[in-house]
């Protein structure tokens, strides 16, 4: 089973950018749909943006599209993300998680995604 873990999150002002990073180890992520999720204190876990196995195809939550950006290298075991123009609202841990190749990337459903990482706090002030 693949073992992942996220980078990048920190502190930043209302309209700055972070890049977030999830390395994977244990299996190659060419196995793999991943998806980006984030949880604010109080709120359940919420889909943030997804990317199909090959890298060809993505998929955002609204509230998301158009400031951030989901990528991967398969080469070195790696998918990003993004940020920028950055809310106060985006505050929250942000976690990867990888699902099987069926299309699962679009799926906003924590429980069809069977790994997860530990998470990266990413938090936005006004």
């Known amino acids: 089973q693949v073992q992942l873990v996220e980078s990048g999150g920190g502190l930043v002002q209302a309209g700055g950018s972070l890049r977030l990073s999830c390395t994977a180890s244990?299996?190659?992520?060419?196995?793999?749909?991943m998806g980006w999720f984030r949880q604010a204190p109080g709120k359940a876990r919420e889909y943030v943006a997804g990317?199909?196995?090959?890298?060809?195809?993505?998929y955002y939550a609204d509230s998301v599209d158009g400031r951030f950006t989901i990528s991967r290298d398969n080469a070195k075991n790696t998918v990003d993300l993004q940020m920028n123009r950055l809310k106060p609202e985006d505050t929250a841990v942000y976690y990867c998680?990888?699902?099987?190749?069926?299309?699962?990337?679009?799926?906003?459903?924590?429980?069809?995604?069977?790994?997860w990482g530990q998470g990266t706090q990413v938090a936005v002030s006004s």
């Open positions: 998680a990888a699902g099987g190749i069926n299309g699962v990337f679009t799926s906003t459903n924590p429980r069809d995604f069977g790994s």
């Open positions: 244990g299996s190659t992520l060419r196995n793999y749909d």
């Open positions: 990317i199909s196995w090959n890298g060809g195809h993505t």
